[in-house]
């Protein structure tokens, strides 16, 4: 199968339901021909740059899917190369549901939204713990200068797929810094275009 996100997401159990409902053919035409979405290429890595938050899932050793939230400044989620992502994981709830749910199986899912362009992208990946201290030079390079954040380890992410979604259901919605910026050049063209005062 040469489409890698479909290879690891279409279990013959979802394939079953895509015959029943009809979409099977088209998706199994994508499966054919040389291998695709298996490294992140330039308009991936530009997405991810810009992106400061991130939905990340894991499984538990007892089998529950679990879903987190991770938010940082734009670019927090790096790209070390086409196929390895890394982020400094700072202190939170303390709950450490995630690290522990990869320290037993290293699978997960990241979902990554464009709410304002309404774009999306699905990465499936094997991610890896690191401490600070066992790796200051990679801790160093994904820390973010002037972030006030306790990191308390790292994340290195192997890819293994990604896929694009089709826009349709994402609603539009905007950070306060891009609804600042929208009023800041509506302000900016309005006195453009009114003159001098008289």
């Not at 979409?23 to 979405?37: L, P, Q």
């Not at 050793?61 to 700072?90: M, N, S």
Request: glycine share 8%; proline share 4%; hydrophobic share 40%.
């Amino acid at each position: 199968m040469a489409h890698k996100f479909a290879e690891i997401a279409f279990t013959d159990a979802v394939k079953s339901v895509q015959q029943t409902m009809g979409s099977r053919s088209g998706y199994a035409r994508r499966e054919a021909g040389s291998d695709i979405n298996g490294q992140l290429g330039p308009d991936e890595i530009k997405f991810v740059a810009e992106r400061d938050s991130f939905y990340i899932a894991s499984v538990s050793e007892i089998g529950w899917p679990y879903v987190q939230f991770r938010g940082g400044p734009a670019g927090f989620l790096k790209v070390l190369d086409g196929q390895t992502l890394g982020f400094a994981d700072f202190r939170g709830n303390r709950q450490y549901i995630t690290a522990g749910n990869v320290a037993e199986d290293d699978r997960i899912s990241l979902f990554l939204m464009d709410y304002p362009n309404r774009r999306r992208l699905k990465i499936f990946g094997r991610m890896h713990v690191i401490g600070t201290r066992d790796d200051p030079a990679l801790t160093a390079r994904l820390t973010i200068a002037d972030y006030a954040a306790v990191v308390e380890r790292v994340m290195l992410i192997k890819v293994e797929a990604f896929d694009w979604n089709c826009p349709q259901h994402i609603a539009p919605r905007f950070t306060e810094n891009e609804i600042a910026a929208a009023f800041a050049a509506h302000r900016e063209g309005n006195a453009k275009n009114c003159g001098p005062a008289s």
